[in-house]
C-alpha cells in the first residue's frame, strides 16, 4: 500500500469532500467541461437532459448530469493557472486517491478534460467568433518552476525566452491527441500563450506602459517549423502541464472574442460562445 497522505497535505472538508472543489468521487464523471466564469456552467448544463449534482464553493461550481445518456460533468475553475493547479490536483483526487485510507489507488483513472474559453487572437487572419483548439500551449507564468521537468518539447519556451529576453523560461505542454483528433473542421488548430494576467502580461496597456516593449508584434513574429503563436488566455499551459504529469486527457478550446492586431472585440461574443459549446459538446461520443 502506498504511503498515507497526511490531513494537512489533502484537506478534506466536513463531510469527506475534497477542500475547493467541495465533491465526493460519486459526484463527477470520467468527462468534465470547464469554464473559467462561474456564470457559464448554466449555458453549458443547459444542453444536459438532466442534472442529477450541483454544488458550488468558491468560484468552483459544479453540475452533474447526463446528455444521451453518457455522464458528465461541468465546473468553473475561476481565472488563472494557480487556480488549475487546485482543480486538477484535487480532480485527480477524486479519482486516483482513496479519501478514506488516504493512500494511492491500485490502479490509476484517467479523465478527459475539455476547457471551453475565450481568448485574444495574436494574428490578424484569424478573426473575432473563430474557435480555435490549442494543439499546445506555452506557460509564462511560474507554476511548472515548482514541479517535475515535463518529458514533451519545449523549443518555443527557449525561443521565446530569447526573444523577449525574459529572465524565465516559459514551459511547454501539449493538448490530448486523441481529443484533438475528434474535433470537427469548424476549428482551427494553433499554439496558445498562456499568461499570468490580462493586461500588461498578454502586452497590452491601459495606464501602466508593460516592461516588455512590442510584445504583442514580436510574438506576433515568431515562426518556428512552419508554426506560430495564435492567441493568448490564461490556464491553457497549466491544464496540458498538469495533465500530462498527473496521466489525464486535457483539450483546450477557445473563442476568439478579441483580435489584438486589428483592435477589436466580438460584438456577438455570447453567440461565439455558444458555438463553442454546442461545437465541445460534440466531443462527448457514446461509449
Ligand atoms: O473565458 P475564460 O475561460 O475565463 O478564459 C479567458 O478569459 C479570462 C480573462 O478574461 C481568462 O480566464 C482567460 O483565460
Ligand atoms: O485577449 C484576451 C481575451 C480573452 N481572454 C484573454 O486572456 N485574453
Known amino acids: 500500500m502506498s504511503q498515507r497522505i497526511p490531513e494537512s497535505e489533502l484537506i478534506l472538508n466536513a463531510d469527506g469532500s475534497v477542500y475547493h472543489l467541495h465533491l465526493k468521487p460519486e459526484n463527477l464523471a470520467s468527462f468534465v467541461f470547464t469554464v473559467g466564469d462561474p456564470d457559464r456552467v448554466p449555458l453549458v448544463s443547459q444542453y444536459f437532459d438532466e ?32 487556480n488549475i493547479e487546485i482543480f486538477m490536483t484535487e480532480l485527480d483526487a477524486l479519482v486516483n486517491i482513496d479519501l478514506e485510507s488516504r493512500t494511492l489507488n491500485p490502479t490509476h483513472r484517467s479523465l478527459q478534460i475539455v476547457r471551453i474559453g475565450t481568448s485574444g487572437a ?82 497590452r496597456t491601459v495606464k501602466l506602459k508593460p516592461v516588455i516593449d512590442q510584445m504583442l508584434d514580436r510574438l506576433a513574429a515568431m515562426e518556428m517549423e512552419g508554426e506560430r503563436l495564435t492567441n493568448f488566455e490564461m490556464e491553457t499551459a497549466g491544464y496540458y502541464a498538469m495533465g500530462a504529469l498527473l496521466g489525464h486527457q486535457v483539450l483546450s478550446l477557445n473563442a476568439i472574442v478579441a483580435n489584438r492586431i486589428l483592435k477589436e472585440f466580438d460584438k ?17 461520443v457514446k461509449k
Open 51 to 82: 442534472i442529477e449534482f450541483q454544488t458550488r464553493k468558491r468560484e468552483f461550481v459544479t453540475h452533474t448530469g447526463r446528455i444521451d445518456g453518457e455522464r458528465v460533468t461541468v465546473m468553473s475553475t475561476g481565472m488563472g493557472t494557480d
Open 122 to 203: 495574436m494574428q490578424s487572419d484569424i478573426p473575432v467568433g473563430s474557435l480555435l483548439a490549442s494543439s499546445k500551449a506555452v506557460g509564462m507564468d511560474t507554476l511548472m518552476q515548482f514541479y517535475p521537468t515535463l518529458n514533451s518539447p519545449q523549443v518555443w519556451g527557449e525561443a521565446i525566452r530569447q526573444k523577449l529576453k525574459l529572465g524565465f523560461t516559459p514551459y511547454q505542454a501539449e493538448a490530448s491527441s486523441n481529443l484533438l483528433s475528434r474535433l470537427g473542421p469548424e476549428f482551427l488548430k494553433g499554439i496558445t500563450l498562456t499568461c499570468p494576467g490580462f493586461y500588461a502580461p498578454q502586452g
Open 268 to 284: 456577438e461574443a455570447e453567440k461565439t460562445l455558444d458555438s463553442l459549446i454546442r461545437a465541445a459538446l460534440k466531443l462527448l
